[in-house]
Every structure is written in structure tokens, then in C-alpha cells.
């Protein structure tokens, strides 16, 4: 693991496996440590408001984030991993215990479709989700607590969102200080319906790379007939972003299409011979799947926007209320952390025995146990790839 590697490793890992290095009677949460330094799955990392984080948690979450090399973690660079990867796990349980005072937490409905709008964004087949759950020591249970806390934190800070209220005035303030910002770039509005040789449970669903072919030709064949393209997506479409918005997905520059993949051939299309509303004939990427693109709009020069420009008004409104969102919820997790009794046996030990520091080394993979935690990755973290 290079150097960067490691140090973007320590930033996202949250949890702490060194902390039974530290001799047992200096342990303040009744641990016990294990031959070579490691520590048994017992040992408490810290406690908010009496409840445990265990060092099992923390360690898995290390174990996720540095992909299996966290041996390769310097002590030093171990340590700091585990007291942020800590940190990040008392937050997240001081705010779940606020939510669920305020009776925000979600039932098994929210959770199933929570965890179904993952599956559809990442494009997963079955097999592929059964194998990024394993990748990440997880299981359905564990997934699903691990959710549950995810949606219910979310409720809270979608509650303190709610009050946000952005004047007209602050609009037109922004927007003179920020007028260079709102530019239309040169581009092209596009729609698109995939299809995937692999099984991914949508409705009429092609599972092999001949039906995918037969699929996306008999598409073709309904939109040249004239189908309404939105229609024909919702219908038919494998990409959880076109299959819901009846095909749409955006606009692009030419540099934006090139690096998503697309043809040089397919650009210079775009953005020359054809004419807004025209569909392009299937189109194969490189991850194998299937495309037909419909050409919704286009812009050959760019253009300075004002207030009245469709869009730029809701879009100063968003970026001021995501401003406040975030001071906002930097002001929750201080209150609410305020409000809570926590310990935490790991940075105690550390100051118990400096020395310990030094020789610091994460505990075998097979000690951790999967366990939810509120600050890992779900396994559905990307959408489906573009062509």
C-alpha cells in the first residue's frame, strides 16, 4: 500500500483494533489480550450512555476500508486509525440514541427499501450482492441493523433540515457575488435505455448476452416505430437511473462523455449531425452492456446565466441550504454529544501507556466478527457504469 494509499486509508477507517496491545490492568473496559498483542472480541472500545462499542466494530471497519492491508499500517498510523475510526462510531451512536428518543427510527419496510434502492443503483446481480456482503464481512442481518441506523440518523438530520428557510434576498446575494460561477457549458441533454446480459432482476429482464442483444434490437425497432422513448425506458430499461426517470440522465460536455467512455465516433454525432429528438442505433460498451441514446437537447456555444435562467434559482437555493445543513449538523453532534455520557477505554489506554504505541498491530482478520456499523459502506456504493 503506497504511502497515500495508507494515509486515505487512516482518514475513512473507523475503528480500533490495537487497543488490547495495552497490558490487561491498565484496561479500563475488562478486555483481555491475546498472545502476540492482539485483543480477544470481548474488549469494550468505548461506551455512549452505557452502550458498547466493541473492538470487533471498529477492527471490521479498519479491515473494510484498508481492504485486508491494514498490516501494512505503520503503529503509529494503526493508532490514528482506530481513535477516528472510533470517534466516527461514537457520533453515530450519540445521534441513533437522539433519534430514537425523538421516535425517528424506521421499520422494516423503510429498511427493505432502502437496502432494494442500493441493489438497483449498483446494478447487482444476486450473486454479485451476496459477494460484496461477504467482501465486507457483512451478512442480511447485519446489513440491515447497520441500515436501520444509516436511515434513522438521516430522519434526524432531514428534521433539522426542514426548518431551513432561504430569502429571496440571500438569492440575489449569492448570485451578485457569484455571477462567473453560472455558466451554460457547450453539451448535450441526453436519455438512455440500457440493457445487461447479466441477471439484475428487473422486469423483463435479459440474462445472457443473446437476449440482451434480441432486447435491445427489438427496443430499437419499437422506438423507430414511434414509441414514446420514456415510456419504453420505464418499461424496459436495466439502469436504476433511466429505468426510474423514464430515461433521462443528464447533461454532459464532450470531455464529461469522453471520460464516461463514449465513442469519439458517437460524440461527434451528439454534437454534429444529429438533430434533437433522433435516437442513436443500440450502442455496445465496454462493460458489455447495451445502450439506445436519445438526444434531448444541445448547446453548441456557452452561455452566462442570470436569475431568470431555468435552474438558477433553486440551484443557489440548494447550495444555501446545504450550507446550513452542514453547520447545522456539525451543531447537532456537538449538543448531542454534550448531552452523553461517553468513555472511551481506547484513548485512555493510549495515555495509560505511551509506550504501547510503538508496537501496535492489528488483530487476524478471522477475531473480527461481522457487525453493523453506522459509518461503513453499504456494498451498493456506485451507480451503474456508463458506456
Given at each position: 500500500?503506497?504511502?497515500?494509499?495508507?494515509?486515505?486509508?487512516?482518514?475513512?477507517?473507523?475503528?480500533?483494533?490495537?487497543?488490547?496491545?495495552?497490558?490487561?490492568?491498565?484496561?479500563?473496559?475488562?478486555?483481555?489480550?491475546?498472545?502476540?498483542?492482539?485483543?480477544?472480541?470481548?474488549?469494550?472500545?468505548?461506551?455512549?450512555?452505557?452502550?458498547?462499542?466493541?473492538?470487533?466494530?471498529?477492527?471490521?471497519?479498519?479491515?473494510?476500508?484498508?481492504?485486508?492491508?491494514?498490516?501494512?499500517?505503520?503503529?503509529l498510523?494503526?493508532?490514528?486509525?482506530?481513535?477516528?475510526?472510533?470517534d466516527?462510531?461514537?457520533?453515530q451512536?450519540?445521534?441513533?440514541?437522539?433519534?430514537?428518543?425523538?421516535k425517528?427510527?424506521?421499520n422494516?419496510?423503510?429498511i427493505?427499501?432502502?437496502?432494494?434502492?442500493?441493489?438497483?443503483a449498483?446494478?447487482?446481480?444476486?450473486?454479485?450482492?451476496?459477494?460484496?456482503?461477504?467482501?465486507?464481512?457483512?451478512?442480511?442481518?447485519?446489513?440491515?441493523?447497520e441500515?436501520?441506523?444509516?436511515?434513522?440518523?438521516r430522519?434526524?438530520?432531514?428534521?433539522?433540515?426542514?426548518?431551513?428557510?432561504?430569502?429571496?434576498r440571500?438569492?440575489?446575494?449569492?448570485?451578485?457575488?457569484?455571477?462567473?460561477?453560472f455558466?451554460?457549458?457547450?453539451?448535450?441533454?441526453?436519455?438512455?435505455?440500457?440493457?445487461?446480459?447479466?441477471?439484475?432482476?428487473?422486469?423483463?429482464?435479459?440474462?445472457?448476452?443473446?437476449?440482451?442483444?434480441?432486447?435491445?434490437?427489438?427496443?430499437?425497432?419499437?422506438?423507430?416505430?414511434g414509441?414514446?422513448?420514456?415510456?419504453?425506458?420505464?418499461?424496459?430499461?436495466?439502469?436504476?437511473?433511466?429505468?426510474?426517470?423514464?430515461?433521462?440522465?443528464?447533461?454532459?460536455?464532450?470531455?464529461?462523455?469522453?471520460?464516461?467512455?463514449?465513442?469519439?465516433?458517437?460524440?461527434?454525432?451528439?454534437?454534429?449531425?444529429m438533430?434533437?429528438g433522433?435516437?442513436?442505433?443500440?450502442?455496445?460498451?465496454?462493460?458489455?452492456?447495451?445502450?439506445?441514446?436519445?438526444?434531448t437537447?444541445?448547446?453548441?456555444?456557452?452561455?452566462?446565466?442570470?436569475?431568470?435562467?431555468?435552474?438558477?434559482?433553486?440551484?443557489?437555493?440548494?447550495?444555501?441550504?446545504?450550507?446550513?445543513?452542514?453547520?447545522?449538523?456539525?451543531?447537532?453532534?456537538?449538543?448531542?454529544?454534550?448531552?452523553?455520557?461517553?468513555?472511551?477505554?481506547?484513548?485512555?489506554?493510549?495515555?495509560?501507556?505511551?509506550?504501547?504505541?510503538?508496537?501496535?498491530?492489528?488483530?487476524?482478520?478471522?477475531?473480527?466478527?461481522?457487525?453493523?456499523?453506522?459509518?461503513?459502506?453499504?456494498?451498493?456504493?456506485?451507480?451503474?457504469p456508463?458506456?
Amino acid at each position: 500500500m503506497h504511502r497515500a494509499a495508507k494515509q486515505i486509508a487512516i482518514l475513512a477507517l473507523v475503528i480500533f483494533a490495537a487497543f488490547g496491545l495495552v497490558a490487561c490492568d491498565r484496561n479500563s473496559s475488562g478486555s483481555t489480550t491475546t498472545a502476540g498483542g492482539g485483543v480477544a472480541d470481548s474488549t469494550v472500545a468505548a461506551t455512549v450512555n452505557g452502550k458498547k462499542i466493541m473492538l470487533n466494530e471498529v477492527e471490521r471497519i479498519i479491515s473494510q476500508q484498508a481492504k485486508g492491508q491494514q498490516s501494512q499500517l505503520s503503529p503509529l498510523e494503526l493508532a490514528a486509525a482506530r481513535l477516528q475510526v472510533l470517534d466516527g462510531l461514537i457520533q453515530q451512536e450519540v445521534l441513533l440514541q437522539r433519534a430514537e428518543n425523538e421516535k425517528l427510527m424506521p421499520n422494516d419496510e423503510e429498511i427493505t427499501q432502502t437496502i432494494n434502492q442500493q441493489k438497483r443503483a449498483g446494478n447487482f446481480t444476486e450473486e454479485e450482492w451476496q459477494k460484496a456482503l461477504s467482501d465486507n464481512s457483512q451478512n442480511e442481518q447485519s446489513l440491515r441493523e447497520e441500515v436501520r441506523k444509516q436511515v434513522a440518523v438521516r430522519k434526524l438530520q432531514e428534521k433539522i433540515v426542514g426548518q431551513i428557510s432561504i430569502s429571496d434576498r440571500e438569492v440575489s446575494d449569492f448570485y451578485d457575488k457569484n455571477k462567473e460561477s453560472f455558466v451554460s457549458s457547450r453539451g448535450v441533454a441526453l436519455s438512455a435505455i440500457a440493457v445487461d446480459p447479466r441477471d439484475n432482476g428487473f422486469q423483463d429482464d435479459a440474462k445472457s448476452e443473446a437476449e440482451a442483444k434480441a432486447k435491445i434490437d427489438r427496443i430499437y425497432a419499437q422506438l423507430k416505430s414511434g414509441a414514446d422513448f420514456a415510456t419504453v425506458a420505464r418499461a424496459g430499461s436495466e439502469d436504476a437511473q433511466s429505468y426510474l426517470r423514464g430515461g433521462e440522465i443528464g447533461s454532459a460536455t464532450e470531455e464529461q462523455l469522453r471520460q464516461n467512455g463514449f465513442p469519439s465516433e458517437l460524440i461527434s454525432r451528439l454534437f454534429g449531425s444529429m438533430q434533437v429528438g433522433d435516437i442513436t442505433p443500440p450502442e455496445r460498451s465496454s462493460n458489455g452492456q447495451w445502450y439506445v441514446f436519445k438526444l434531448t437537447g444541445r448547446q453548441l456555444e456557452s452561455q452566462n446565466l442570470n436569475l431568470d435562467s431555468p435552474g438558477v434559482r433553486d440551484q443557489i437555493k440548494q447550495a444555501l441550504i446545504n450550507q446550513r445543513q452542514t453547520l447545522l449538523n456539525a451543531a447537532l453532534v456537538t449538543t448531542a454529544m454534550s448531552e452523553s455520557k461517553v468513555v472511551n477505554n481506547l484513548a485512555m489506554s493510549m495515555l495509560n501507556d505511551p509506550a504501547s504505541l510503538n508496537s501496535l498491530r492489528p488483530v487476524a482478520a478471522g477475531n473480527a466478527t461481522p457487525a453493523a456499523a453506522t459509518t461503513s459502506a453499504s456494498p451498493a456504493a456506485s451507480a451503474a457504469p456508463s458506456p
